[in-house]
């Protein structure tokens, strides 16, 4: 049962609004008073209602959350940074999967800011970034850049060579590239860097589109193995799309890494458990929500910010996907 503000009156046997002035510490009352509502809210664990006072102060602490796709275990590990950064500074984070359409994503915006949100932060594709630009609260987009707001992301043109580089030293000569979807800019980045270096290489090279699902990526897989059978190395755009990789390799007894060689993108936890362990690109995930989350937070109180582009550096993690991998 749902303890009120009424509830609380009653217990200490004072007005509801005298329990308002005392929630708001707003308005002269006694320090007896003061001591018996807040026993009373003790007594019945009672929980303020955040958005109504926040209408009521015309300030909260609540802070909007947009994300693309929360079964990809990416977004959950950013997600986890932001939240432990805003709760370290007394705020509250409300969510919205926006499954990367633009309507979903308008929505939630428009619910945020009804429930007065203080800030936002947004992993959007779709989206025009003047929308975000003209909002009433401040913005920091994380895994996404637009140049005219505060950003968090890492160096994808990196990643996508680091990811190349390494397959053409292990020995590849006839290499696939998954993209992923192309109004994603960090993926387009890191594929378009991948296959100039490929190119600089001379290496034969192709590629495929595909989703960041593991689901999409073992339909891309079979498709893949059945034009390309020659194919000896493998850049997938995440590492739910280079697991569905691996598994249509062992159910064809394609030997990795001794036959075929494959590299991830992310370095979720599923690349340590997978068989082969999956070599791929580290992206420090954790680290750019606690970036974002402090960068907000620095907006919110009119603090100037050093950079509005914050770019976090990759790097390649070896494991047993491809030759020479660690443990």
Do not use: W
């Not at 936890?269 to 791929?280: A, K, M």
């Amino acid at each position: 049962m749902t303890v009120t503000i009424k509830d609380v009156a009653k217990q200490a046997g004072v007005s509801a609004a005298t329990v308002s002035r005392v929630l708001n510490n707003s308005g002269y009352v006694y320090e007896d008073t003061r001591k018996a509502v807040m026993e009373a809210i003790d007594r019945l664990q009672y929980k303020p209602n955040e958005v109504a006072r926040s209408l009521y102060k015309r300030t909260s602490k609540l802070i909007g959350l947009v994300l693309p796709d929360i079964a990809n275990p990416f977004f959950p590990a950013l997600a986890r940074g932001v939240e432990d950064k805003l709760q370290q500074q007394g705020y509250r984070v409300i969510f919205g999967n926006t499954d990367s359409d633009a309507t979903k994503e308008m929505d939630y915006i428009d619910t945020f800011l009804q429930h007065n949100v203080v800030g936002l932060i947004a992993s959007v594709d779709r989206l025009h970034h003047e929308v975000l630009s003209n909002l009433r609260v401040p913005v920091v987009t994380v895994d996404r850049t637009a140049e005219e707001l505060p950003a968090v992301y890492a160096d994808h043109k990196s990643g996508g060579r680091l990811a190349a580089e390494k397959l053409v030293t292990s020995g590849c000569k006839q290499i696939i590239v998954l993209r992923g979807p192309q109004d994603a800019k960090p993926l387009y980045d890191r594929f378009q860097s991948a296959m100039q270096y490929l190119s600089e290489k001379n290496i034969s090279v192709n590629y495929i589109d595909c989703q960041l699902s593991f689901e999409d990526g073992r339909q891309k897989a079979k498709e893949l193995f059945n034009q390309f059978p020659n194919t000896d190395g493998i850049i997938a755009c995440n590492d739910l799309v280079a697991a569905a990789m691996l598994y249509e390799a062992a159910n064809r007894k394609r030997k990795v890494p001794e036959q075929l060689q494959v590299i991830g993108y992310d370095d979720i936890t599923i690349s340590e458990i997978v068989h082969p362990s999956l070599t791929t690109i580290h992206q420090p995930t954790y680290d750019m929500g606690i970036k974002a989350a402090d960068m907000l937070i620095k907006l919110i109180n009119n603090e100037k910010l050093g950079t509005i582009h914050e770019q976090l550096p990759v790097y390649l993690k070896e494991r047993n996907s491809t030759v020479n991998g660690g443990i």
